[in-house]
T-cell receptor, first 107, second 118 residues
Framework: DAKTTQPNSMESNEEEPVHLPCNHS???????IHWYRQLPSQGPEYVIH???SNVNNRMASLAIAEDRKSSTLILHRATLRDAAVYYC????????FGKGTMLLVSP | DAGVIQSPRHEVTEMGQEVTLRCKPI?????LFWYRQTMMRGLELLIY????????DSGMPEDRFSAKMPNASFSTLKIQPSEPRDSAVYFC????????????????FGEGSRLTVL
């Protein structure tokens, strides 16, 4: 599986935008870029995914670099409930989770 | 919709005992996954089924672990005999579609079963 590199942790203030980076320089042409998050004591939940074009949904936006070697998950206005571990995953069918980025949100 | 339902939520057992974890996927979903999460190793994919058939069990740690899916609405993960290093949170997830054909649809996870083996 192609690997992803994410910062171990990031901090944000409530109601500010958050940009979570992910590097995936060995991505293959068929790999989709998936983002999941895991709140404390819960199972992971889907956030967003994309292939080449930027994607938006009600939770977040996904910006994908033109060469697809990196991507950024954008939370437009962080809330305390967004404090979680965010996983960037490359996948064609099954998903292999890495360590993720722990997002801390301060009031 | 009830979501993915796992039981038990918590299990404490002694080394050598048999442990059975259960999962009910979302109705209509035909792909099912078992993951294990520990602090040391993070989230690991153990096995996944498509249309009740095991497709990839390469993540199953050893012969002590077995998983079955007798029908579309039920799956079990069994550990026999259990060991302290099996202590972890076990997650079941399901998704719609055939993931053997690159379905990239959303995975829905259950709340997990926390296993402690003494």
């Amino acid at each position: 599986d192609a690997k992803t590199t994410q910062p171990n942790s990031m901090e944000s203030n409530e109601e500010e935008p958050v940009h979570l980076p992910c590097n995936h320089s060995t991505i293959s042409g068929t790999d989709y870029i998936h983002w999941y998050r895991q709140l404390p004591s819960q199972g992971p939940e889907y956030v967003i995914h994309g292939l080449t074009s930027n994607v938006n949904n009600r939770m977040a936006s996904l910006a994908i670099a033109e060469d697809r070697k990196s991507s950024t998950l954008i939370l437009h206005r962080a809330t305390l409930r967004d404090a979680a571990v965010y996983y960037c995953i490359l996948g064609y069918s099954t998903l292999t989770f890495g360590k993720g980025t722990m997002l801390l949100v301060s009031p | 919709d009830a979501g993915v339902i796992q039981s038990p939520r918590h299990e404490v057992t002694e080394m050598g005992q048999e442990v059975t974890l259960r999962c009910k996927p979302i109705s209509g979903h035909n792909s099912l996954f078992w993951y294990r999460q520990t602090m040391m190793r993070g989230l690991e994919l153990l096995i996944y089924f498509n249309n009740n058939v095991p497709i990839d069990d390469s993540g199953m740690p050893e012969d002590r672990f077995s998983a079955k899916m007798p029908n579309a609405s039920f799956s079990t993960l069994k550990i026999q005999p259990s060991e302290p290093r099996d202590s972890a949170v076990y997650f079941c997830a399901s998704s719609l579609g055939d993931r053997t054909r690159s379905n990239t649809g959303e995975l829905f996870f259950g709340e997990g079963s926390r296993l402690t083996v003494l």
